[in-house]
């Protein structure tokens, strides 16, 4: 492992899309498959090389998160996952404290397999359980069972892995406040160090939409909102920060992985649909597992897109991103990284602040506050559309004074 102990080096992350899974959830978007197994090894075969190829580009900039996303990377072997962890540590200049996160379900775990994970070198397990509900978890059709999900933690607290975080989801089929507040309490009795909790959103093209559409009724908006703002403050009450709009964790235990991604710094991804954000580009590759596998090992097309982000876009982006965490934005970080007038922006948020959606903190940040985060891809909008505004009357005097030129030339 190679280390660097420059500060002034922006880091880097690492993401690896592992796509197989036991069987698909009826809400979930992400690119996945049941039944590839059989496509295990050309898969692995291609990763390796892919990161190969890739660790010449990325030079010797420090990694100091990695991060194993699916799917279902527990579903794929402990054996190949530990093979694919020691080439990124071979490839990559990998800090000695890296955050290295691996995703998995309770049915798909062992004591066994998390023990030698945690040795060679996984330290952070993020577990879906997303219910404590019978009833929900077969509505979504989640493999596991309470009971699997309790002895997963055991398993995992007894190979030492110290670093726990556990997936709940609200809103589910059939939820009610009682089965919401029985499932948070379930999951603070497991003691994790980090819990997401993720408000269901119904995805186009999912088994869940069709149902929908067939006309089975969900949780409404009230009823989320509802179970959200309980949720933070029970969490509150119980030792967990919020850092993001639906994550809470113990002090010290923020994923630092995915504040990567809120905090705009960059990260190289590997598998189908993984993204990626490097050298002031953006791009991701195609979401096809025969595709990836052809266009890796036989030269095939990759890219699903690519783009170059101009510095005026990033100042959208931190807008958009930094304003889902409790961090939030300030003026001059805003004024002295992307050159633009902040005044508008904070002008807005004061409308915000007033009808309690927003608040600026003794630091002078502006962040928004739960009630806010409810409403955060409104808001967002509207500060994105007033920053537009922004751009278009600075461009404007700039496109007369040109034409002004070419006329008097």
């Not at 049941?34 to 090389?49: H, P």
């Not at 994923?255 to 791009?283: C, E, M, Q, V």
């Not at 940040?365 to 739960?370: G, M, N, Q």
Request: some cysteine; charged content about 30%.
């Amino acid at each position: 492992m190679k280390d660097k102990k420059s500060q002034n080096i922006e880091k880097l992350g690492i993401y690896i899309h592992i796509p197989f899974c036991k069987s698909k959830c009826d809400y979930c978007d992400f690119y996945s498959l049941a039944g590839a197994e059989g496509r295990m090894d050309a898969y692995q075969k291609a990763l390796l090389t892919h990161m190969k190829e890739t660790a010449r580009v990325a030079g010797e900039i420090p990694v100091d998160t990695i991060y194993f996303g699916g799917g279902t990377p527990s579903y794929y072997g402990d054996k190949r996952l530990r093979e694919l962890l020691k080439a990124v540590r071979k490839l990559f200049s990998v800090e000695k404290d890296a955050e290295i996160t691996l995703e998995a379900n309770p049915d798909s775990v062992t004591f066994q397999s998390l023990r030698a994970l945690r040795r060679a070198g996984f330290n952070r397990l993020s577990m879906g359980l997303q219910s404590a509900c019978p009833a929900e978890l077969a509505a979504i059709h989640r493999a596991h069972s309470i009971e699997e999900g309790d002895a997963a933690v055991v398993a995992a607290r007894a190979a030492k892995i110290k670093n726990l975080s556990l997936d709940l989801i609200y809103g589910l089929p059939g939820q009610t406040e009682e089965s919401w507040h029985n499932t948070l309490e379930h999951a603070l009795s497991l003691q994790p160090e980090h819990l997401s909790c993720y408000g269901l959103k119904v995805e186009e093209g999912t088994p869940l939409a069709q149902r929908v559409a067939a006309g089975e009724v969900l949780p409404d908006d009230d009823t989320q909102a509802e179970l959200y703002l309980w949720t933070v403050e029970r969490l509150r009450q119980a030792g967990y920060e919020q850092y993001e709009i639906s994550n809470f964790a113990k002090p010290g235990f923020a994923s630092r992985h995915n504040l990567r991604y809120w905090l705009t710094r960059p990260y190289i991804g590997f598998g189908p649909g993984a993204h990626s954000d490097f050298g002031g580009r953006r791009y991701s590759w195609i979401r096809d597992l025969e595709g990836y596998i052809k266009g890796v090992l036989e030269g095939g097309e990759l890219l699903e897109s690519q783009d170059l982000i101009p510095q005026r876009e990033r100042g959208g982006e931190y807008l958009m991103l930094r304003l889902r965490t409790v961090r939030g934005i300030e003026e001059w970080e805003y004024r002295g990284t992307y050159y633009m007038d902040f005044t508008p922006i904070e002008q807005r948020l004061q409308e915000f602040s007033a009808q309690g959606w927003a608040e600026k903190t003794p630091e002078g940040r502006w962040r928004l506050t739960p009630k806010g985060f409810l409403v955060s891809n409104q808001l967002i909008g509207d500060l994105l559309e007033r920053q537009r505004e922004i751009s278009l009357s600075e461009l404007l005097p700039r496109v007369k004074r040109l034409q002004e030129e070419r006329n008097e030339g």
